[in-house]
């Protein structure tokens, strides 16, 4: 006697539409609402009041760090804001790459000023002044991300940078962006005098229920779906699940979204976003 074939919970068509034609098929979406498609920032309040604080802080020619959680936001904000900031005004200067030793930094800010780095310290000390100087009236934005991750070498090059001065000005505006260990970092003993020079300190907090919320509304309305089709079980497991955090919630969302395609289903239902976070499987001990 043949055996019974079990039945699926969940079973996909034997030809599940590619991606791109079930967005346009199953929920008329010119592209993925979760994906780097989508670039307009989330006008939160937090990021419109970070991004105010920002534009302060090089207003009055100041420095500060900007900290919070991985995914928090943090580096979409820092590119929103520096492109804001007038060509015919400012400089920005980017400096990703942070576990390097003090020289590597000197040498790595002396390239981002259009300088050929030299091996002598002094040299390029010497080649980053004048390139201060013939930045002439723009003034330089420094962003120094991932700064967690720097050498206490780096940070007493930094501070020693700052006060390469003549007046009590600093030559730039120094913004050190980083994950929750930069704050602590910054408060030991050592990093004192660096602290002292910093007068803008940015929190950026994990989201409340309610702007994940709004956020993934604006996601999918900014590809032109306006039914949310989340169910709103699914919808309440997305938020639970997503921490706060919306580039968590982003994986999270876009893989229940490809889930629910390939069943060629139009409501994105709970199993779906289980199925999400079996795909992630670390997001659980994110949560904790």
Known sequence: MPKPTPTAI?????????LDTALKSLWGASQLPFGAAVQKPYASQSFQQTHHRLQQLVAVRACGLLHGPNGVGKTLLVQHFLRSLPDKRYKTLVLSHSSVTGTDLLRLLCTELGQSARMRRSDNVLLIRQ??????????????????????TALEEVRLLSCDCRDTQPPFSLLLVGDEQLLPRLQM?????????????????????DQLAGYVEARLQEVGIHANPFEAPALALLLQAGNGLPRLLNHLAQRALEEAAAQNSRAITPAHVQRALELLPWVAQLAK
């Open 10 to 18: 969940m079973s996909a068509p034997t030809n599940p539409p590619d």
């Open 131 to 152: 390139g201060w100087q013939q930045l002439d009236r723009l003034w330089p934005v420094l962003v120094i991300d991932e700064a967690q991750n720097l050498s206490a």
């Open 189 to 209: 003993g050592i990093n004192a005098p660096l602290l002292a020079r910093l007068s803008f300190c940015l929190p950026l907090e994990p989201w409340a229920g």
